[in-house]
């Protein structure tokens, strides 16, 4: 094959440090937003971004040329640093250390982007750590609670 072509879908998830409710409703648009072009210049476009007070979830097509860790890094660090800038209220602002990412098939990406714009009706029902458990069991991924939640 001449020409590499690659789609790898990634369902990104990850929190505010220790959960703490920073990003405010009236935030989150601008925020997403940011992000959406730290994944472009990285890429990897964004397909949907949502999340709640404590987290966000990121559904993307990760680039064939930059690893998965390096995106993560690139997008909790430049959303960070941006989000210091908006008053002194933010200059605290960090992102938990980890993340969980999980492949998504084409044919599962409209569910996924669904339950990404949907993530306010989810947590009514589930908190953070309940969803990260479900999607853990799902994709039979093993972890220690100790380690998980910072």
Same mark, same amino acid.
């Not at 750590?129 to 380690?147: G, L, M, N, P, S």
């Given at each position: 094959?001449?020409?590499?072509? @690659? ?23 601008? #925020? ?23 987290? @966000? ?16 890094? +690139? @997008? ?14 933010? #200059? ?33 029902? #589930? ?14 991924? +093993? ?8």
């Amino acid at each position: 094959m001449s020409q590499s072509l @690659v789609k790898n879908l990634i369902h990104l998830v990850y929190s505010t440090k220790n959960r703490r409710p920073w990003i405010a409703k009236n935030y989150r648009n601008a #925020l997403f937003a940011y992000q959406a072009g730290i994944f472009r210049e990285w890429d990897s476009p964004a397909i949907t971004i949502g999340g709640v007070e404590d987290h @966000v979830h990121a559904l993307f097509a990760l680039s064939k040329n930059n690893p998965l860790k390096r995106i993560v890094e +690139e @997008v909790k660090r430049g959303s960070s640093k941006w989000t210091k800038t908006d008053g002194p209220r933010n #200059l605290e602002f960090h992102w938990q250390a980890g993340y969980a990412a999980f492949s998504v098939s084409q044919s599962n990406l409209d569910e996924v982007k669904r339950y990404i714009e949907n993530q306010e009706e989810h947590h009514r029902k #589930l908190t953070f750590q309940e969803e990260i458990r479900a999607f853990y069991r799902r994709h039979e991924i +093993e972890f220690d609670e100790r380690y998980v939640w910072d």
